[in-house]
């Protein structure tokens, strides 16, 4: 089993990356952040990889094990008011993670994530990953909107970059 994984992965580069979601797809999936974090005060980062590293492999990690590190290496965790998600797809094995900060998880029961994880599946195993991304980031647009409301006249600070991350 561990050889075939190692093989999956090594299959998987960042061509299969950009077929699945080529430039503007990225820049349309970046458009639909930037809009969604002028309605509220929370952050969103998408992060999208091809395949785990070798090393990652080798320690038999997990996808959630890797979305984690992504979202501490991305910088998820440090916003003002710990209100950061991360929407993290590894296509090397199909896999797809929510990561939320602590602020965000206080008022998000893990079965909400599931929900948007459950809609993003039926997107991706249709090939369809930007329309699932995009409905990802307005179901998580929607929950930010709701517990982390700007008040009148005020700004996001937009404390991450809107960019997504393809690897």
Not at 21 to 28: C, I, Q
Request: aromatic share 6%; proline share 3%.
């Amino acid at each position: 089993m561990k050889l075939a994984r190692l093989l999956r992965h090594r299959w998987w580069d960042d061509r299969d990356a950009e077929r699945a979601l080529g430039a503007e797809a990225l820049r349309r999936l970046e458009d639909a952040v930037a809009a969604s974090e002028r309605r509220h005060g929370g952050e969103i980062r998408i992060c999208i990889e091809a395949s785990l590293p070798l090393a990652w492999l080798w320690r038999d990690a997990t996808a959630r094990e890797r979305a984690v590190a992504m979202f501490g290496e991305l910088r998820v965790w440090d916003t003002e008011a710990n209100n950061g998600v991360l929407i993290y797809l590894l296509l090397a094995e199909h896999a797809i993670e929510i990561v939320a900060d602590r602020g965000v998880a206080r008022h998000v029961p893990q079965d909400h994530w599931d929900e948007v994880l459950a809609h993003m599946r039926e997107h991706f195993r249709a090939g369809r990953y930007e329309q699932g991304l995009a409905q990802a980031v307005a179901e998580v647009d929607e929950l930010l909107a709701r517990h982390f409301p700007l008040a009148e006249g005020a700004a996001n600070p937009d404390e991450l970059p809107n960019r997504v991350v393809r690897r």
